[in-house]
């Protein structure tokens, strides 16, 4: 079959359509009713519907092959401009504990090169990133959170952002392990594949993306750090 005939085939048609008319629904409620749990069920209901129609034939593994390219080049930056902004901050004499953290998002734009071009594509896109409401719950830190903080100030990696490791990998569970074993699919892929309700044809099209970077400052205008860790909680004058 084809993506268009994937996509128009009557249960995924079914359930996006169920999940748009909960998602109106949830809107004249403000958000405030039980249409949001449904549709996050409904999330997990299309993905496995959507990758159990998916086969790794040559042209699905070269778009596999360009998405996973796309991501790493923006995780790197991302990771790039955390360690940018953390010394920054390290340098600018601030006092107190701070923190900078990363956020890579799929583009919140629908791809312009997906074969699938439909309004409903484009609404069920704008559920799924995170635009609407956070129905992906995971997906509230990107697809794969990058912090430094000034109490932990190692930097990770590049392969340790990309792999977990300081070791080249391969995240390929769930697919076919023969076909894929040379590509090195990076964690923040398997990330969005196995863990979230991203199905594999939401995903190999994908190019563009979302960068979030924030330095968070902690400091306070008393000399004790240490206050309140040597209360003795067995003594009380509670009742005197």
Request: hydrophobic share 35%.
């Amino acid at each position: 079959m084809t993506v268009q005939e994937i996509f128009n085939t009557k249960a995924v048609r079914d359930v996006e359509l169920e999940i748009l008319n909960l998602q109106l629904d949830n809107e004249r409620k403000h958000y405030d009713g039980p249409e949001g749990f449904a549709i996050e069920h409904l999330l997990g209901v299309r993905c496995h519907l959507l990758n159990s129609l998916f086969v790794l034939d040559e042209r699905n593994k070269q778009l596999l092959t360009e998405f996973n390219e796309a991501l790493r080049k923006q995780i790197l930056e991302t990771r790039k401009r955390v360690i940018t902004l953390f010394n920054s901050v390290s340098e600018s004499g601030l006092t107190g504990d701070f923190e900078v953290t990363g956020k890579c998002f799929l583009g919140y734009e629908y791809s312009k090169i997906h074969p699938v071009q439909t309004i409903r594509a484009k609404k069920m896109w704008a559920i799924l990133n995170g635009s609407i409401d956070n129905y992906i719950p995971l997906y509230g830190d990107g697809v794969e959170l990058i912090h430094v903080s000034s109490w932990d100030s190692e930097i990770p990696s590049e392969n340790q952002v990309l792999y977990l490791d300081d070791k080249l990998d391969n995240w390929n569970e769930g697919l076919d392990r023969k076909l894929t074993e040379d590509m090195h699919l990076i964690h923040p892929f398997h990330n969005l594949y196995s863990h979230m309700d991203f199905s594999i044809f939401d995903l190999l099209w994908v190019r563009d993306f979302n960068i979030e970077v924030n330095a968070e400052v902690n400091s306070n205008t008393y000399n004790n750090d240490d206050y309140g860790d040597h209360l003795d909680w067995d003594k009380s004058d509670y009742y005197d």
